[in-house]
T-cell receptor, first 112, second 112 residues
Framework: AQRVTQPEKLLSVFKGAPVELKCNYS??????LFWYVQYSRQRLQLLLR??SRESIKGFTADLNKGETSFHLKKPFAQEEDSAMYYC??????????????FGQGTTLQVKP | DAGVIQSPRHEVTEMGQEVTLRCKPI?????LFWYRQTMMRGLELLIY????????DSGMPEDRFSAKMPNASFSTLKIQPSEPRDSAVYFC??????????FGPGTRLTVT
């Protein structure tokens, strides 16, 4: 079964603390993994995708095929990082239909 | 480009009434997705279209929900009759295959 699991509904940290938002997946084939972010009452927007291997707003995520994980990390959280974060997957290459499977989302709360 | 456009942004209606949500995708995008977001269930894919053709409607909760895409620049999601449990934020997203999904601002539906 194709599934994305985000085990934490809420993650609360203090400003300057490290952040790790967990994401595990199950997929029969080669997936492409994404992180989307939704700031308060705004539309979802792409934060990063694993094939880009970029760091966006200080966030990074590494695809670990052995552990089937794609955790999102940032060494020093900022208050403006407070948002809802969704992990998502799609097929890769010829298996990519455009359809995304989303996790349940994790609300990150960064306290001053 | 104005991005994905959704209307109305807010809809309040009484149980039993028909509700129609509208979406204009980004020009040149050939895939369109309808999602529902609730606190309890997170982000759920309802239906998606490729080149105006419905591909997967397995996420449509029941026969009260229907979606159409009469042309490449317009789609509707209709609920008839509406029920209080349909209250949610409904997002439309569009993409060119293999690229990121761009989300609209959402329609916040309240059924009383």
């Amino acid at each position: 079964a194709q599934r994305v699991t985000q085990p934490e509904k809420l993650l609360s940290v203090f400003k300057g603390a490290p952040v790790e938002l967990k994401c595990n997946y199950s997929y029969s084939g080669s997936p492409e993994l994404f992180w989307y972010v939704q700031y308060s009452r705004q539309r979802l927007q792409l934060l990063l995708r694993h094939i880009s291997r970029e760091s966006i707003k200080g966030f990074t995520a590494d695809l670990n095929k052995g552990e089937t994980s794609f955790h999102l990390k940032k060494p020093f959280a900022q208050e403006e990082d407070s948002a809802m974060y969704y992990c998502a997957l799609s097929g890769y290459g010829s298996s990519n239909t455009g359809k995304l499977i989303f996790g349940q989302g994790t609300t990150l709360q960064v306290k001053p | 480009d104005a991005g994905v456009i959704q209307s109305p942004r807010h809809e309040v209606t009484e149980m039993g009434q028909e509700v129609t949500l509208r979406c204009k995708p980004i020009s040149g995008h050939n895939s369109l997705f309808w999602y529902r977001q609730t606190m309890m269930r997170g982000l759920e894919l309802l239906i998606y279209f490729n080149n105006n053709v419905p591909i997967d409607d397995s996420g449509m909760p029941e026969d009260r929900f229907s979606a159409k895409m009469p042309n490449a620049s317009f789609s509707t999601l209709k609920i008839q009759p509406s029920e209080p449990r349909d209250s949610a934020v409904y997002f439309c997203a569009s993409t060119r295959q293999g690229h990121e999904q761009y989300f609209g601002p959402g329609t916040r539906l309240t059924v009383t």
